[in-house]
């Protein structure tokens, strides 16, 4: 006689198999979990401030900070300058890292051909004082003339040219020091010029009568260089979809974003266009843009 009606019988054949068979089951989840739970905290957790209330982590924080090993900024020090690298990353990649606004593009020997041609003094004096849509020193008041020249150095190099990077004016001083005694004296009375140059009172600009007439000239004077054409990420003049999420922000933002400058996701704006403009015009400038989308 055949088994084969034996072959796939299962080995839970009583209730009471079934029974023993599930309470088994659910006592090895049971020793799992608690083993789980020993490990997890037989352990000292060392997670962000476990150990903040510590008496060593309080002594820390106590210390005084000339025994922690920091170095506090003398304002009063040299200023330290920087690379040409250095400002071309910070300042004049707005325009020169893409070509906008006529920039000759970084590295692109074609378009800085007509410009290195025109000599080092002259591409000096052009980043410094501002040309055209270039804004004086690129649109940051706060850099020396020697950081300048060093950018133009670094991005004119990269494009062919030879220029030997200037060097820091106390080095400059150092060599005037240890020439000779005529050369000093020569230099005595062009000394005594600057000093009554410098006494003179200074002239005050000339400021146009009205807000609005003062907005519209520094417009046309500076702002038309970018937002003319809505070149560098500024919204174009009378475009009101790309004012609108500007406008929106309020008039306090936007001076501020004019006035000390403003670094956004699809472009940048320098302080003051690059002018030396007073705030006031600069918000009269502000207000004449705004009032075109309005």
């Known amino acids: 006689m055949s088994d084969e009606h034996n072959e796939h019988q299962s080995p839970i054949r009583t209730p009471k198999q079934l029974i023993a068979a599930v309470a088994g089951f659910f006592l090895v989840i049971i020793i799992g979990i608690i083993l789980l739970v020993q490990y997890a905290t037989s352990g000292k957790l060392?997670?962000?401030?476990?150990?903040?209330?510590?008496?060593?982590?309080?002594?820390?924080?106590?210390?005084?900070?000339?025994?922690?090993?920091?170095?506090?900024?003398?304002?009063?020090?040299?200023?330290?300058?920087?690379?040409?690298?250095?400002?071309?990353?910070?300042?004049?990649?707005?325009?020169?890292?893409?070509?906008?606004?006529?920039?000759?593009?970084?590295?692109d020997a074609a378009a800085w051909g007509p410009r290195l041609a025109q000599g080092y003094d002259t591409l000096a004096k052009h980043a410094i004082e501002g040309i055209r849509a270039m804004p004086a020193k690129g649109g940051n008041p706060d850099l020396d003339n020697v950081e300048v020249e060093r950018a133009v150095v670094y991005m004119a190099n990269k494009a062919g040219a030879k220029f030997k990077e200037p060097e820091a004016p106390a080095a400059a001083a150092a060599a005037s020091a240890s020439a000779p005694a005529p050369a000093a004296a020569a230099a005595a009375p062009a000394a005594a010029v600057a000093a009554t140059a410098e006494a003179a009172p200074a002239i005050a600009p000339v400021k146009t009568t009205g807000a609005t007439d003062a907005g519209k000239a520094l417009y046309s004077a500076t702002c038309s260089a970018c937002h003319g054409a809505g070149i560098a990420g500024a919204p174009k003049f009378g475009d009101k979809a790309a004012w609108a999420p500007r406008v929106k922000q309020g008039d306090n933002v936007l001076y501020q974003h004019a006035i000390q400058g403003f670094q956004g996701k699809a472009g940048m704006m320098p302080p003051k266009g690059g002018s030396t403009a007073s705030d006031d015009d600069v918000k009269a400038a502000v207000n004449y843009m705004t009032a075109a989308v309005k």
């Open 46 to 107: 060392t997670g962000a401030g476990t150990d903040s209330q510590s008496a060593e982590a309080v002594a820390q924080r106590l210390q005084p900070v000339a025994e922690q090993g920091y170095t506090l900024k003398d304002v009063n020090a040299p200023k330290t300058l920087q690379t040409g690298e250095a400002i071309y990353t910070t300042t004049c990649v707005a325009c020169h890292g893409s070509g906008a606004a006529g920039a000759p593009k970084f590295g």
